[in-house]
T-cell receptor, first 113, second 114 residues
Framework: AQKITQTQPGMFVQEKEAVTLDCTYD???????LFWYKQPSSGEMIFLIY??????QNATEGRYSLNFQKARKSANLVISASQLGDSAMYFC??????????FGAGTTVTVRA | EAGVAQSPRYKIIEKRQSVAFWCNPI?????LYWYQQILGQGPKLLIQ????????DSQLPKDRFSAERLKGVDSTLKIQPAKLEDSAVYLC????????????FGPGTRLTVT
């Protein structure tokens, strides 16, 4: 069975600093996709970044980068130069061969001025 | 391009009452999803439609939850009767056929059952 684990329920980060959000997964599938979503207090899920299991290079999107370590089954999100608007809940998600998105429990990030 | 629309945004009901949520996906998106997100947890897929047919409803509590997607566009999710544990945010998402990994989410409906 596939499982996604986010062990950090909440994190504080100083404005302009970088923060790393942890995500580990467990699957026997060879083909899968890894996602990170941001959910601000308004409630909508905002897609941030995607990494395919066969992609050799780590994905980057602006200030977001995904540190993909396939052997360790981890897909950590790095947010560089944190901004006040980055305060939100962040979810790691996986797309498996059964074509479903499965989400972790989330990490709350609070950016301090 | 308009995003996924949901209504109402908030709903408060008493247990054993009925409630319905509405979702209008992005135009042209054949696949529609309903998720339940309990406070402090990640979203959980309740049901997935492809056009107006159900692809997956394995996690839908069918004794009290029902959903339909008439004409393959709008969808409604109904709870009857509601229980306290149904308090959650109900998210609707849509995607084009064959691109289920690229889902676009609506703002959600926050349901409180008292």
């Amino acid at each position: 069975a596939q499982k996604i684990t986010q062990t950090q329920p909440g994190m504080f980060v100083q404005e302009k600093e970088a923060v790393t959000l942890d995500c580990t997964y467990d699957t026997s599938d060879q083909s899968y996709g890894l996602f990170w979503y941001k959910q601000p207090s308004s409630g909508e899920m905002i897609f941030l970044i995607y990494q395919g299991s066969y992609d050799e290079q780590n994905a980057t999107e602006g200030r977001y980068s995904l540190n993909f370590q396939k052997a360790r089954k981890s897909a950590n999100l790095v947010i560089s130069a944190s901004q006040l608007g980055d305060s939100a809940m962040y979810f790691c998600a996986m797309y498996f061969n059964d074509y479903k998105l499965s989400f972790g429990a989330g990490t709350t990030v609070t950016v301090r001025a | 391009e308009a995003g996924v629309a949901q209504s109402p945004r908030y709903k408060i009901i008493e247990k054993r009452q009925s409630v319905a949520f509405w979702c209008n996906p992005i135009s042209g998106h054949a696949t529609l999803y309903w998720y339940q997100q309990i406070l402090g947890q990640g979203p959980k897929l309740l049901i997935q439609f492809q056009n107006n047919g159900v692809v997956d409803d394995s996690q839908l509590p069918k004794d009290r939850f029902s959903a339909e997607r008439l004409k393959g566009v709008d969808s409604t999710l109904k709870i009857q009767p509601a229980k306290l544990e149904d308090s959650a945010v109900y998210l609707c998402a849509s995607s084009t056929s064959g691109r289920a990994y690229e889902q676009y989410f609506g703002p959600g409906t926050r349901l409180t059952v008292t």
